[in-house]
């Protein structure tokens, strides 16, 4: 017997676990995800050398894939990755995963890492990069956390390139672990007293009617949600500014929330100890949400 197989347990999701064995797509297959599987030489496992994207799965279709294929390359380009297949054909991949494990609300998971070689921080420019990809169901529109998510502030101890959506996630991990710790949702992390963003999502607040949210930076990532949500909001002429804000700030606002691609437009009614506006999802986070969702109906219905 391998001497590890008497420890091994089932699979550990403290997200809903996935009860039936999933198909997976990795370098070209679709495959049970038990034999979805990378080399310990790989670098994405040796170093975090690789980037990823998390599209929406609504009402059984991707939503806005484009869009994160589009920031996929850019990532590709920022670290010198070679795309490992077209747009096209992952595009392909990604609404027949969703198809294939019967996903109507939920997301697909892409990855690509620059390959497996002999561990060597320089990387070979002939290594061919690795890519895979899954499905998993989940919450998008009678989501109970739009009833209001809280919030921990803690420091923002990540590089200086936050707007590579890399997989080296090491601070982004200590960060949630600690807001998970703190009974809270997200993290609200934060440099020099500044909101920076979630730990995986953009944050805004609202005051005065106005909304703000921080200006696109290296210090941020580039939310696909996030320029949709802007959209949205020039639409129906909404007041909005892309300004950073403090931490003091976002405590005393009138309405705090948070955007991602799979938790569309969620209320923040709490920081912490402190109760934000009168602790209950306030009408500008309401309308966007709506709009948000309106706009996901429309485009993925078929
Ligand atoms: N910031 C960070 C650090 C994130 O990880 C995410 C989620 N990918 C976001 C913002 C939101 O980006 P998106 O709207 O594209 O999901």
């Given at each position: 017997?391998?001497p ?74 920022e ?17 027949s ?7 109507d ?6 990855q ?20 895979f ?43 949630k ?126």
């Amino acid at each position: 017997m391998h001497p590890g197989a008497s420890f091994r347990r089932g699979p550990c999701h403290v997200i809903s676990p996935v009860s039936v064995m999933r198909t997976c797509w990795i370098n070209g297959q679709f495959v049970p995800e038990s034999e979805a599987k990378l080399s310990i030489f790989d670098r994405g496992v040796l170093f975090g050398d690789g980037v990823y994207e998390v599209a929406a799965v609504f009402q059984g279709r991707l939503l806005d894939a484009d869009l994160h294929l589009a920031r996929l390359t850019r990532s590709l380009g920022e670290i010198g990755m070679p795309a490992p297949a077209s747009n096209d054909t992952l595009l392909e991949v990604m609404q027949s995963l969703a198809t294939t494990n019967g996903i109507d609300e939920g997301l697909v998971y892409l990855q690509v890492t620059r390959g497996e070689a002999e561990r060597d921080f320089p990387f070979p420019t002939t290594v061919k990069p690795s890519v895979f990809a899954y499905a998993r169901p989940k919450k998008l529109s009678d989501d109970p956390n739009a009833a209001g998510v809280a919030v921990h502030v803690v420091p923002d101890l990540r590089w200086a390139r936050c707007d590579i959506k890399s997989t080296s996630m090491l601070a982004q991990v200590l960060a949630k672990q600690a807001a998970r710790a703190a009974g809270t949702f997200e993290a609200m992390m934060q440099e020099d007293g500044l909101v920076t963003e979630g730990g995986s999502s953009t944050l805004w607040i609202v005051k005065d009617g106005v909304t703000y949210t921080r200006p696109l930076s290296s210090d941020i990532l580039a939310g696909i949600t996030r320029d949709v949500a802007i959209a949205l909001a020039i639409d129906v002429s909404m007041p909005l500014v892309q300004r950073a804000f403090t931490v003091d700030q976002a405590v005393a606002a009138d309405e705090c929330f948070l955007t991602s691609a799979t938790s569309f437009v969620l209320p923040i009614t709490r920081i912490d100890d402190t109760v934000v506006g009168n602790g209950t999802p306030g009408p500008v986070t309401q309308r966007l949400r709506e709009a948000y969702l309106d706009r996901a109906r429309r485009l993925t219905t078929v």
